[in-house]
């Protein structure tokens, strides 16, 4: 299967963010793509304040997904999206990643394990949701969904490889700091080679944002990637190089569960 990942440069207008999405929607699905990734908030610049997401957040009924759903239907593609979901008048919305196809909206992941790290409060913006293991098929390969902060914690993509995930999906929009592209590489290498899974990574680009969307491979070698501009790029993952890794790098099988002394 042939899978795209893309870097939108999401700005404030929802409008014209859904446009470019479109837009790479249709170049992934003329390259032969079936999945198309987008990053973490490609619907609307997630650097923003709280009254700003607030007032941009929409349902998932509403008209950016409906605008998804509509370019999934023209292009026969999976798209899997960043957007902030609305509550309720006064509720802060979720950071959730939505999953479109011709046939409507087939899987949601909203982030559970928020940003408040190196200075920076998500949750001052966007409501945790409970922790969940959100996966879902296309053409019998099964994909599983992360959204950026989570991939630090090994425990989350663990339990989608054990809910039978063959990729995992990471939406997100890294912030740039010391070390922290550095951090962003190594996190979808690191959950790629422990867990023995293709992981394929939309980070988004534009100011204080690294960019750098790439996807791994089960042993973690580089199969595609993006620098620091909008673009979209392709990536083919297969059973039999699943199956190979696993053969060599026997982790999942060999597991034990932990021992206390």
């Not at 610049?45 to 409906?66: H, K, N, R």
């Not at 339990?159 to 929009?173: C, E, F, K, N, R």
Request: overall charge negative; proline content about 5%.
């Amino acid at each position: 299967m042939r899978i795209a990942i893309s870097q939108v440069g999401a700005g404030k207008d929802v409008g014209a963010n859904l446009a470019r999405i479109q837009e790479y929607a249709a170049s992934a699905a003329s390259s032969g793509a079936r999945v198309a990734l987008f990053p973490e908030g490609a619907m609307f610049e997630c650097l923003s304040t709280a009254e700003e997401l607030s007032a941009a957040a929409q349902p998932l009924d509403g008209p950016f997904v409906t605008g998804l759903r509509g370019a999934a239907a023209r292009h026969g593609i999976t798209l899997v999206v960043g957007l902030f979901e609305s509550r309720g008048p006064g509720e802060r919305p979720h950071n959730t990643v939505v999953v479109v196809d011709a046939d409507g909206v087939v899987a949601i992941h909203r982030k559970a394990l928020l940003y408040d790290a190196f200075g920076y409060r998500e949750s001052d913006t966007v409501e945790a949701a409970p922790l969940s293991t959100d996966v879902f098929d296309v053409d019998g390969v099964r994909f599983g969904l992360i959204t950026c902060y989570e991939v630090r914690f090994p425990e989350v993509s663990r339990a989608l490889v054990d809910a039978g995930a063959d990729v995992l999906l990471v939406s997100s929009a890294w912030p740039v700091g010391p070390a922290k592209e550095d951090h962003w590489t190594t996190m979808v290498k690191a959950r790629a080679i422990e867990n023995t899974v293709y992981v394929a990574a939309a980070g988004d680009c534009g100011d204080g944002l690294v960019g750098r969307s790439h996807v791994v491979d089960p042993l973690g070698y580089l199969l595609a990637g993006l620098a620091h501009e909008p673009g979209v790029v392709c990536a083919d993952v297969t059973a039999e190089r699943l199956d190979a890794a696993r053969r060599t790098l026997p982790l999942l099988a060999q597991r034990r569960s932990p021992v206390l002394a």
